[in-house]
């Protein structure tokens, strides 16, 4: 691609551990959490209700220095679609997608762990007429002049929220609490989310997200009686980069393997060496494909 970086964005907007070990043939070795040079991402997500909502909310984590490293090998497309969650943050704050090592995105809220000094993106909000309201922790807290946006900066750390109704302060400092309360975090108010995020391993890109019991299963729609949560993540490499798809269920008792293994069948058609194997609860798949072919999937893939 012959684009600049910057113009290049602008065209895109412990028990489960154990059971898991029988998965190490299908992982294919891929990293397992909390592996990341900048800490378990987890734990920054915040109970849906500490955050304005009612019901579950899906996260995204993407790394979008790490992706510009892989961009020769990816398609135009699937770099655009992953440099685009971070679009916002990054303009924002006046920074470049390579001066961000992990974004974390939750339904009114980034995180973003950066290699800017604290004090370049401080000087940066003053000069945007954002004003100071104090700090939480080791965070300061600003906010725009209409209160719609705020941010909290640290070093190597950056949150901002965006909301119409006057809490971006608060969500930016939930968010900020909550890093330091793993009483509060996501994965240990919400069991299911707790089994999800834990048995997902440490890609370039993942997502994932629980809900209601599915009441029936329909494989057509990547959707089983009795699951009551999904994610994905993927990770890349120079030719083959390997998926994995998870599925996780009310109990092992209602885990149905052979409706997971009928989706995989007809909707990873084109995924190289398919595996499908349960632990418990959790279902879980993997594959590989080819880099460059890869699409950049915001849901389970299903039937077309």
């Known amino acids: 691609m012959n684009r600049s970086r910057r113009e290049f964005l602008r065209v895109g907007a412990g028990g489960i551990a154990a059971g898991l070990s029988g998965f190490a043939g299908c992982l294919d070795r891929l990293d397992s959490l909390p592996g990341t040079d900048e800490g378990d991402y987890r734990t920054w997500l915040p109970a849906p209700e500490a955050v304005g909502g009612e019901r579950a909310y899906q996260f995204f984590r993407v790394r979008p220095a790490k992706t510009l490293e892989f961009e020769a090998a990816l398609s135009e497309d699937a770099v655009e679609k992953l440099l685009a969650y971070g679009y916002g943050m990054e303009q924002l704050l006046g920074l470049d997608a390579s001066e961000i ?20 993106i401080r000087s940066d909000l003053s000069a945007k007429q954002f004003n100071e309201q104090g700090t939480v922790d080791s965070f300061s807290i600003f906010t725009s002049e209409q209160a719609e946006t705020a941010v909290g900066v640290a070093d190597g750390t950056v949150i901002s929220a965006n909301t119409d109704d006057g809490s971006p302060q608060s969500i930016v400092e939930t968010v900020v609490e909550t890093h330091g309360d793993s009483d509060a975090q ?31 299963t329909a494989p057509e729609q990547a959707q089983f009686e009795g699951a009551v949560g999904w994610g994905f993540s993927r990770t890349f490499k120079k030719t083959e980069s390997p998926g994995q798809w998870l599925i996780v269920f009310e109990s092992e008792a209602v885990a149905d393997e052979q409706a997971v293994k009928a989706w995989a069948d007809a909707s990873l058609a084109d995924v190289n060496t398919v595996q499908v194997a349960q632990a418990g609860r959790i279902v879980l798949v993997t594959g590989k494909e080819p880099t460059e072919k890869l699409s950049i999937r915001e849901t389970l893939p299903t039937i077309e």
């Open 186 to 216: 996501y994965q240990t108010v919400n069991e299911a989310f707790g089994t999800l995020s834990e048995g997902l391993n440490n890609g370039h890109f993942l997502t994932g997200t629980v809900h209601q019991p599915h009441e029936q």
């Open 101 to 120: 090592n992990e974004l974390i995105v939750g339904p009114t809220f980034r995180v973003g762990q950066t290699s800017v000094e604290q004090d370049a």
